[in-house]
Every structure is written in C-alpha cells, then in structure tokens.
C-alpha cells in the first residue's frame, strides 16, 4: 500500500497563530486526498476532499477561510489552520486513496494543540 | 442521525473471551465497508473489509446485512493485544470514509 507521511507529528501553538500541516504520499501520486479531524473520544470526522490543482471541497460547517488547503501537487497537500484557537485542538490525520478505489491509506496523524 | 453508528462500549473482558460489535450504517448507496482499529493517539489501520458472504482472517470474522444495513465484527480467543478502538467504516468507491464513533475494547489478564 501507499506510505503516508505528515508533518509535524505535534504541535503546540499559541491563540491567533497560524500552524501549516503536511500531508506527503512517498511512493504514490494522488490526485486526492482528505483530511480529518479528531477530537478526543469522537469519531474521525471528514473535513475536506484536497484535489490537486483545484479548489479543497469543504464538508458542510468546515471554514474553508480558516482551515486553507492547498493540493500543489500529486504527493503534496498542505492544511493550514490559521488564526488557531483552543477548540481547533485537535488530531489532524490525511488519507488517499490508492490504485484500488476503497483503498485509503492513512498518514500517522498532526497532533494540534492551541494554548 | 448519524450515517454510521456503533455500540458505545467500552467493552471490558477477559483474555480468552468473545466479544462481538456491532454498527449500522444509514446510507443506502455505500458500497464498501470496513473494520478499523485504532490505538490511543495513533492514525486508524485497516483491520479488515466487510463482504456479504461474511470474512474471516483468523480470530477475527465480519459480517454484512446489506438488507439490514448493519455490520459485525466477531473476536475470538480475545489478547491483550486486542484492546483499542474498532472503527466502523462506510464508504461509496472513491470517496471519504465514514467512520462510526468507534467501540472501545480492553482485554485484560
């Protein structure tokens, strides 16, 4: 399966400071990817579909002004939460999907943290 | 209503013991399903896909209802190793996964 890698792995930042997370596919192109979010003793929640050369598709009640997305390449997508406050800390996880279409293959997750 | 729901838990047993979960999925349309296992603080791992004619991958087997629209997942002969969170995922090909809220097994000695 696809090797997924995100960066940083946590992450500690101040109210109104803007934290950028990498999502990188190592060995596969992915013309999408997704990001999730996870609060503690939740379920994954999707928050965007991230298209290469186009515009993120943000789920219904997701700022798409406040978490920017950006997919500049086939093994590249960036989430950027900006203006963070305490409530967007949070587990950030990506995933694409593979050759095989209900193949989706997880990055090892952002952990957020807003003080 | 939520599309995919699964037992609360937590689920506390034995090692030795059989444990069953279960979860429900309200969109007609979804055509794949899966089992995911997460530990604390780490990304969900695929456990296994979810057939109608049901699978098997050794302790653990799953289920499908399509008419029901529910899923199983059945493990036996419980490890300590076992306990984390088990995920239940809807999807259409393509798209997102939908994941339930997660039932929480702990195994212990």
């Known amino acids: 399966g696809a090797v997924v890698s995100q960066h940083p792995s946590w992450v500690i930042c101040k109210s109104g400071t803007s934290v950028k997370i990498e999502c990188r596919s190592l060995d596969f192109q992915a013309t999408t990817m997704f990001w999730y979010r996870q609060f503690p003793k939740q379920s994954l929640m999707l928050m965007a579909t991230?298209?290469?050369?186009?515009?993120?598709?943000?789920e219904q009640g997701v700022e798409k002004d406040k978490f920017l997305i950006n997919h500049a390449s086939l093994t590249l997508s960036t989430l950027t939460v900006t203006s963070a406050h305490p409530e967007d800390s949070s587990f950030y996880i990506c995933?694409?999907?593979?050759?095989?279409?209900?193949?989706?293959?997880f990055g090892p997750g952002t952990r957020l943290t807003v003080t | 209503r939520k599309e995919v729901e699964q037992d609360p838990g937590p689920f506390n047993v034995p090692e030795g013991a059989t444990v069953a979960f279960n979860c429900t999925y309200s969109n007609s349309a979804s055509q794949s399903f899966f089992w995911y296992r997460q530990d604390c603080r780490k990304e969900p791992k695929l456990l296994m896909s979810?057939?109608?004619s049901g699978n098997e991958d050794g302790r653990f087997t799953a289920q499908l209802n399509r008419a029901s629209q529910y899923i199983s997942l059945l493990i036996r002969d419980s490890k300590l190793s076992d306990s984390a969170t088990y995920l239940c995922?809807?999807?259409?090909?393509?798209?997102?996964?939908?994941f339930g809220k997660g039932t929480t097994l702990s195994v212990s000695s």
């Open positions: 995922v809807a999807s259409q090909a393509g798209t997102a996964l939908i």
């Open positions: 995933s694409l999907t593979g050759t095989l279409s209900y193949e989706q293959y």
């Open positions: 991230s298209n290469e050369g186009s515009k993120a598709t943000y």
């Open positions: 979810v057939y109608s």
